[in-house]
């Protein structure tokens, strides 16, 4: 593939990773963290943890959208998809994620209509086939996946679609990402940043982090030559002693952003006081609903869910994981009870979670050589 | 890890403190047993997963279905069972076939139903002689539609080399079943020159695919219409006993196993093989033939190609000593110009897949997981 393989040349993979060997001052140990959850898939998937020298320590963040939607609303989910006359569209990942009884793949075997969908215009486009049934579309992520759905609504509202409602579970990076850093129980040495969030926001956004934390931020590309470079960039600060936002993924990343995605989307969506996320509890001002002018499309409206709030399973620590506390292989449940067959914590569901990332391709990359 | 990329990173330690990379090696064992225990099926319902060919099918296959019905013949898990009768070896196998759409660039439901069982029974290493044929059509269904579907049955028979001997018809109300759903059933007579078991694998031997990989999974997933996506890719349906043959008659004795790579595709053939054999298998993920337009659909829609389905590819596992005897054939047998050694067999981690990623890398290829593409075949 043009314009993708140059980014997974092995050659080129090795040159960076000889400059990161002698970029890195020995003895020293390296945290940094990868906050995009398409991050951590490439590194296991490509296998980049094997290019890095032993001192340089990749840690998960909190940037995967399924993984950080919390349990009482993936029951709100099921209980609209029961709803009589309901087709319930969602991403496929979504599919998977448990509820406190059993997850939405469940609710279609005990016959409710679940379809999944790749895009929020291909349930706009059921709806529009289905006139006699309502269509609710379970819109999930950061600002990544925010533009795309807000542009749905705002065609759906335009062409006038009657049955098509939104589930609003849209999230924002920063509030987590400064819950984060306030957290004491961390030691990070730098940020790779999240390069799709930042295709929408711009890299400003993120100058907090090393102006507010002091913490070297590099928003990064997801081939696995982009990472490392990316890591490159940020062991190169911290031998400088410079600390600033810089840009690695600039043939996509503007450094303003996209402002006619960030203009529709606050059109089309309002700041929630306070959203709940796996894991890390409320955080305030951190989702998104619909604003005032889409509220007929707003299916949180429309429907009386149980809006309940399901507290985690004891032994699930998908929290402590996307904060990158601990390593997947440390949660009590890994592996054992938490399999990406049945999952008990998102992160094992998403193929963007870093306990199914290390589950389905990190085992034995690291140390167990081939005999 | 290549050689050359242990120089460029320096020897890997284990990480930040032992204790994490104890508790990491003991949790990886703990897992390693879990997994080489036979699949359970604890599920309340059946879910699409279940027809996915990926760990929930193992889950209802080997929890369920095995159990029950537990023989020898069974119990080998193979594409087809071997019988015997009065001394002759035959393999018998049955399929079912429930694609959407019916037809689809390449293909269509009645080739796919004789080649899929055809194919079972090559890789029981038997030339297919016979099937039956179970129509379950749909009140409403257009004449033609049946019409086309009994004529591309018979084409595909022809070049297949084998005989419809026998068959059924059922008709069910409307929407009870989705147009038309087809079974065949086939025998043929084992070969003399095979000696094939999915048990027989040994470290050295040598991993084989017969062809470009994804074409069925793809043609299909653009047939319906849902991504939006143009391109021009047909399924790779098509009879692989001529491969076989030739393989049995230039590296006979060599050949250790075969399957053909539908459901679930390589990496679910492989993992099979790694976990009844008890051996690890390498994959050189630089060396799978992965036609442009299955890696750019599968780029896209999150997919491994190595996850999705073939109705024409074959996988070979073969000694060392006749691997190029055997990749020379298939090269030469109809569509396996692009045929290519993949990897190998190792001896550790029993039971499992590793892909060296073309990027230097070395990671795991586990099971599918879930169902990306319900109705393949």
């Known amino acids: 593939m043009k314009f993708v393989d140059e980014f997974r040349d092995a050659e080129l993979g090795r040159v960076l990773a000889h400059e990161i060997l002698g970029a890195v001052e020995p003895g020293r140990h390296y945290k940094i963290m990868e906050v995009c959850g398409g991050h951590t898939h490439s590194i296991y998937k490509y296998g980049v943890d094997d290019l890095l020298p032993a001192n340089v320590e990749l840690v998960h963040g909190p940037g995967c959208p399924v993984c950080v939607i919390p349990m009482g609303r993936v029951d709100d989910a099921i209980a609209m998809a029961h709803e009589p006359g309901v087709i319930f569209t969602c991403f496929g990942d979504m599919m998977r994620v448990p509820g406190s009884h059993g997850t939405l793949t469940d609710a279609s075997a005990e016959g409710a209509d679940i379809r999944m969908v790749y895009s929020p215009l291909d349930a706009l486009r059921i709806a529009k086939q289905n006139p006699d049934r309502t269509v609710v579309f379970f819109a999930i992520g950061f600002e990544t996946t925010a533009p795309s759905t807000a542009l749905t609504l705002k065609r759906a509202k335009a062409e006038g679609v009657p049955n098509f409602f939104c589930f609003c579970n849209h999230v924002t990076i920063v509030p987590p990402l400064r819950a984060l850093l306030e957290s004491p129980d961390l030691r990070l040495d730098g940020f790779i940043g999240p390069g799709h969030v930042s295709t929408v926001v711009g890299a400003r956004p993120l100058e907090f982090i090393p102006a507010d934390y002091g913490k070297p931020v590099v928003v990064s590309g997801f081939e696995p030559v982009d990472i490392l470079q990316s890591v490159l960039m940020i062991v190169r600060q911290l031998a400088a002693g410079r600390c600033e936002v810089e840009n690695q993924y600039k043939r996509i990343v503007p450094y303003e952003g996209n402002l006619a995605a960030l203009k529709i989307m606050s059109e089309v969506f309002a700041l929630r006081p306070h959203f709940e996320w796996r894991g890390l509890g409320f955080i305030s001002h951190s989702g998104l609903k619909l604003s005032e002018d889409y509220a007929d499309l707003d299916a949180e409206r429309r429907y009386t869910i149980p809006n309940v709030r399901i507290a985690d399973p004891k032994a699930c620590q998908c929290g402590e994981v996307l904060k990158g506390v601990i390593k997947p292989f440390e949660c009590k449940v890994f592996g054992t009870a938490c399999t990406p067959e049945r999952p008990i914590g998102t992160c094992m569901v998403s193929s963007e979670g870093a306990c199914a990332a290390y589950y389905n391709y990190g085992r034995f990359a690291r140390e167990k050589q081939l005999v | 890890m290549s050689e050359t990329s242990v120089s460029a990173a320096g020897p890997r330690k284990l990480g930040p403190s032992d204790d994490v990379a104890r508790r990491e090696q003991k949790i990886l064992g703990i897992i390693e047993t879990a997994r080489a225990k036979r699949h359970k099926f604890r599920d309340e319902r059946i879910t699409t997963a279940h027809g996915a060919g990926g760990k929930a099918t193992a889950g209802l296959i080997e929890g369920l279905l095995l159990p029950a019905f537990a023989n020898p013949a069974l119990d080998q898990l193979a594409d087809a069972g071997t019988v015997t009768i009065d001394g002759t070896d035959i393999a018998m196998t049955t399929d079912a076939f429930v694609v959407s759409p019916l037809r689809f660039p390449g293909g269509s439901i009645g080739e796919l139903a004789v080649n899929g069982t055809a194919n079972d029974l090559a890789m029981a290493g038997a030339k297919p002689q016979a099937l039956t044929l179970s129509l379950i059509l749909e009140e409403g269904l257009a004449a033609d539609v049946l019409k086309a579907e009994v004529e591309a049955i018979a084409h595909a028979a022809e070049q297949a080399g084998v005989t419809i001997v026998a068959g059924d018809?059922?008709?069910?109300?409307?929407?009870?079943?989705?147009?038309?759903?087809?079974?065949?059933?086939?025998?043929?007579?084992?070969?003399?020159?095979?000696?094939?078991?999915?048990?027989?694998?040994?470290?050295?031997?040598?991993?084989?695919?017969?062809?470009?990989?994804?074409?069925?999974?793809?043609?299909?997933?653009?047939?319906?219409?849902?991504?939006?996506?143009?391109?021009?890719?047909?399924?790779?349906?098509?009879?692989?006993?001529?491969?076989?043959?030739?393989?049995?008659?230039?590296?006979?004795?060599?050949?250790?196993?075969?399957?053909?790579?539908?459901?679930?595709?390589?990496?679910?053939?492989?993992?099979?093989?790694?976990?009844?054999?008890?051996?690890?298998?390498?994959?050189?993920?630089?060396?799978?033939?992965?036609?442009?337009?299955?890696?750019?659909?599968?780029?896209?829609?999150?997919?491994?190609?190595?996850?999705?389905?073939?109705?024409?590819?074959?996988?070979?596992?073969?000694?060392?000593?006749?691997?190029?005897?055997?990749?020379?054939?298939?090269?030469?047998?109809?569509?396996?110009?692009?045929?290519?050694?993949?990897?190998?067999?190792?001896?550790?981690?029993?039971?499992?897949?590793?892909?060296?990623?073309?990027?230097?890398?070395?990671?795991?290829?586990?099971?599918?997981?879930?169902?990306?593409?319900?109705?393949?075949?």
Request: negative net charge; aromatic residues 2%; glycine residues 12%.
């Open chain 2, 169 to 377: 018809t059922k008709v069910v109300a409307r929407g009870q079943a989705d147009q038309m759903y087809i079974t065949t059933t086939g025998i043929g007579k084992v070969d003399d020159r095979a000696a094939l078991a999915p048990t027989s694998l040994i470290p050295g031997d040598r991993i084989l695919v017969s062809g470009p990989i994804g074409l069925h999974g793809t043609a299909i997933m653009l047939a319906r219409g849902e991504f939006e996506l143009g391109a021009a890719v047909e399924s790779d349906t098509r009879p692989l006993w001529p491969a076989v043959d030739a393989m049995f008659e230039e590296a006979g004795p060599g050949l250790r196993c075969l399957r053909d790579a539908t459901r679930g595709g390589v990496a679910s053939v492989l993992n099979e093989l790694a976990r009844a054999s008890g051996v690890a298998i390498l994959v050189r993920e630089a060396t799978v033939p992965v036609p442009a337009v299955v890696a750019g659909a599968a780029e896209l829609l999150g997919i491994d190609p190595m996850h999705v389905a073939n109705e024409g590819v074959l996988v070979a596992i073969v000694d060392p000593a006749h691997a190029d005897a055997a990749l020379a054939a298939l090269r030469a047998a109809p569509g396996g110009e692009q045929a290519a050694e993949i990897g190998e067999v190792k001896t550790e981690p029993p039971g499992m897949v590793l892909v060296e990623t073309a990027f230097g890398g070395k990671r795991v290829m586990d099971q599918l997981v879930g169902d990306p593409l319900p109705r393949i075949c």
